[in-house]
Structure formats: C-alpha cells, structure tokens
C-alpha cells in the first residue's frame, strides 16, 4: 500500500525511470475567432502524428505516454532511447508538415508552432498522476520562454512554422553527445525565462527553416544579447563618443594624416601630475 502524501526527504526511495517530454503550441492561438479553436485543437494533434510518421516515429505516433491535450497544442512522454529522433529528423519534418498545412489553409488561420523538448525522472506507471513532475512543468517553462517565442516573432511567417527549444540536459546528452542527427552548430545558447514565473534556465534554441531577421541578425536575441563560445552571454559592444580614457597607449579622436606610431615607454604613473606617453607624427 502506497503512502497518501510522500514526504520529500523523510526516506529515500525508488527513483522515477527518466522519461523524455515533448510539448507543442501555437502562436497566438488566443487571437484567433473561437470559432476556429476545436478545429485548431484537432488539427495541431494530427500533424503532430503526420510528422512523427515521416519520421520514422509511427510507434511513438501510436503509443504517446500520458498525452495531454492542452487546447492550443499538446504534451506527452518519450521514451529516452527515441529522444535523439525526436530532436532530428522530427522537428525538420514537423517544420515541412506545417508549411504544406498553411500553403493550403486560409492564411488567417496558418499554423505556427513553437515546440520544447526535456527529459527528466517522471513517473510512468500506468496510473493516474502519470507525467506529473518539475521535468514536465519545465517542458512547459521553455515552450513558453522569450527566446522560443521571439523566435518566431522576427520571423517571416510564410517561411518559418516552427521553433524549437531544447533543454541544457537534453543538448548535452542528445545533441553534444552526438547521438541526434543535428550537429551542436545548428542550435544557438539562450537563456530560457518566463516573464512573472521564477524559471531562468539555459537552453538551446534551433529552428529549422529561418527567415525574415533571423537571417539577418541570426538567433540573436532582441536585446543585443549573443551567445558566448565558452556558453556564457555577453553583451554586443555599443559604440562609445566624448572623452577616451587610456591607461597606456594611444588615443585617437578624429582623423590623423601621415601615420601614427608608439614607442613603448614606461608604465604609467598614477596619481595627479601624471605625464600620459606622448604619441610622435611620423
């Protein structure tokens, strides 16, 4: 006989089977009349399975652990070993079902997509409370966080139905390992926050057909933000005007005939009645 309420910490205990998670939603599916949101609702679920059948997914399309239908998308478990195929060849082909979807659809009513993908321990036991854990609630953090979102926000909507984010763990043991078809490249370091919810975590972003200013720009954030190589953000330089100061060495303002050379002379003094190196015209 299982306990009512488990006590965290109080015991240790079996740990739940990791357990990947996939989760999709549509941009501004509010928007839309409500009239067209069942029809939506439907739909987001089939192409969700035509994607999954090309590829190579029929079984997972068939037997998704604990689905839920969220209205404007859905969630649901994948086991571990499919988690490489889930990040490649499937969000390429969910990017193409999608496209062929909105060529014919009315253009009010095109399908754009945001998609996460986590991994974590979950229980999955056939029973009810299935799925339910912080790795499904931070599935939905990431669907949900700025950098996914202005993803397709900078986005032409003709080119791009889909962006998708991917989960540190995920990129790391998935991706980096090697395991998943997508080289590490394709995808761009983001941090992964959620206005008004107390969720900041790194993530990797990646979307298959770019276009409009993520060509131009990349996946770089609206805020100038770009990612590091060594996996920290730094801030793009902004350029500076009025007065340079510099410890040692040459500054120049305006614009200078003939050339410029430095010799270098003596550390620089500190303190008041310091003589700064002299820069000689040549």
Known sequence: MSEP????????????????????DAKDFTCLPALAHPDISR????LVDRALRAAGLAELARAKRFPVNTGDGIAFGVP?????????????RLQDVLAEHNARADSRFGLRLRA???VGPLPDTGHAGDGEGTARNDTHRLLDSEPVKEALARSSAAA??????FSQRVYEDVILSGFAGL??????????????????????????SPSGDLLGDGLRRSDGAV?????ASEAAPKPTSGTQHVGHGVAVMGS??????????PAPQTGRGATPPAAAPR
């Open 256 to 265: 200078v005939s003939g050339g410029l050379s430095y010799q270098n002379g």
């Open 183 to 208: 080289h590490p490249d394709r995808c761009t370091r983001v941090e992964a926050a959620v206005p008004g919810k107390a969720f900041r975590q790194p993530a990797w972003l990646y979307v298959p």
């Open 116 to 118: 996460s993908v986590h």
């Open 80 to 92: 571990t070993a499919l988690l490489p195929f889930v990040v490649w060849p499937f969000m390429d």
């Open 43 to 46: 739909r987001i679920p089939e």
């Open 160 to 165: 791009t139905s889909l962006a998708a984010v």
């Open 5 to 24: 309420h488990p006590v965290p910490w109080g015991k240790s205990r079996t740990l739940h089977p990791y357990v990947g998670v996939l989760a999709v």
């Open 227 to 231: 990612p590091a190589t060594d996996g």
